[in-house]
Structure formats: C-alpha cells, structure tokens
C-alpha cells in the first residue's frame, strides 16, 4: 500500500490517491507510511497543509522507529 502510494505521489504526481494509500498504510502500522503522511502535511499533497499534523505524524513515526 505504502508503495503503491509513493508511486502516485512520486511517478504520477496523484496526491490524493498517494494520501490515500498512505493513510492505509499508516492505519496497519507501516511506519514510513506514517512519516509519508507526515511530507502530505506538510507540503499540502493530497490534504490541506497541516504543519502541526505534519510534526505529530513525524513525532510517531520516530517514536516508532523510522528516523
């Protein structure tokens, strides 16, 4: 899931369906799909930019092991 959303952000350029993706990744524990939605925050692809969702999904996503 987590690569199927990096190939929409990256390849086609899809931010919502890479957000999509993404959150589905995110929500069975993937960590750097955790930390990809944090750069969809941040940047504002696929969601309204979020700078403090962007650090709390950043902040999870080291805590959990992804630096």
């Known amino acids: ?3 199927l959303g990096s190939l929409f952000f990256n390849e086609t350029k899809e931010f919502e369906q ?6 589905k990744a995110a929500e069975r524990g993937y ?10 925050f941040e ?7 979020d700078w403090d969702q962007a650090l709390k999904l950043y902040s999870e996503g080291a805590e959990k092991g992804h630096l």
């Open 1 to 3: 899931m987590n690569a």
């Open 18 to 23: 890479a957000f999509g993706w993404f959150s």
């Open 31 to 40: 960590t750097r799909a955790i930390t990809n939605l944090g750069i969809c």
């Open 43 to 49: 940047l504002g692809c696929g969601v309204e930019k």
